[in-house]
């Protein structure tokens, strides 16, 4: 089955520490990006790339980073610096390596709940 | 300016009405617009969407109606029924000299009663 697969599921951490969140698809998507959700804030972009190797800051990517160094693999890691990381982190892709269209439309995974204590 | 703003932000219809969902946006370069459903502990999944070279677009009991001039469009749901109970996002895509990105809106929680 084709898929954007994200782990773990629940993910706990003391405030201080970096953590990185998994994200692979096997849709042989050009284009993924990470979103984070919070209650009343919908989707809110952190970063994106469209091809490996390149990225882009979203609008909330301080205290975040990325790389891409496979087109399957896009992690994000929420670093010490991410004043309130609790949230519900998507990843997501699409097919054509230009941006979400009507013949390119954006698949979710089914996301990463941190927990920062 | 690159926001959606979605309304209302919860909703409760009986079973068998229509739900009605709002969003609007200022961009004009926005050129695509779907509507995702969540439901609790998932990601989001595309229900339905739009371009704006059309003005209604339906799938069974979902309905996306767009206003190009009054740059707004709206889902309906008709004969709404208890499964249909889940946040429903709108959305709007854009590529800029940064790429291509889909803005969202901020959720409408939908509750069918039965």
């Known amino acids: 089955d084709g898929g954007i697969t994200q782990s773990p599921k629940y993910l706990f951490r003391k405030e201080g520490q970096n953590v990185t969140l998994s994200c692979e698809q096997n849709?042989?998507?050009?284009?993924m990006y990470w979103y984070r959700q919070d209650p009343g804030q919908g989707l809110r972009l952190i970063y994106y790339s469209q091809i490996v190797n390149d990225f882009q800051k979203g609008d909330i990517a301080e205290g975040y980073s990325v790389s891409r160094e496979k087109k399957e693999s896009f992690p994000l890691t929420v670093t010490s610096a991410q004043k309130n990381p609790t949230a519900f982190y998507l990843c997501?892709?699409?097919?054509?390596?230009?941006?979400?269209?009507?013949?390119?439309?954006?698949?979710f995974g089914n996301g990463t709940r941190l927990t920062v204590t | 300016q690159q926001q959606v703003k979605q309304s209302p932000q919860s909703l409760i219809v009986q079973k068998g009405g229509i739900s009605i969902i709002n969003c609007a946006y200022e961009n004009t370069a926005f050129d695509y617009f779907p509507w995702y459903q969540q439901f609790p502990g998932k990601g989001p999944a595309l229900l339905i969407a739009?371009?704006?070279?059309?003005s209604e677009k339906k799938e069974g009991r979902f309905t996306i109606s767009f206003n190009k001039s009054a740059k707004q469009f709206s889902l309906h749901i008709m004969d709404s029924q208890p499964g249909d109970s889940a946040t429903y996002f709108c959305?709007?895509?854009?590529?800029?000299?940064?790429?291509?990105?889909?803005?969202f809106g901020q959720g409408t929680e939908l509750s069918v009663k039965p």
């Open positions: 997501a892709s699409s097919t054509f390596g230009g941006w979400p269209s009507y013949n390119s439309p954006l698949h």
């Open positions: 959305a709007a895509s854009i590529f800029d000299n940064q790429g291509g990105k889909l803005i």
């Open positions: 739009i371009r704006p070279d059309v």
């Open positions: 849709l042989n998507h050009d284009a």
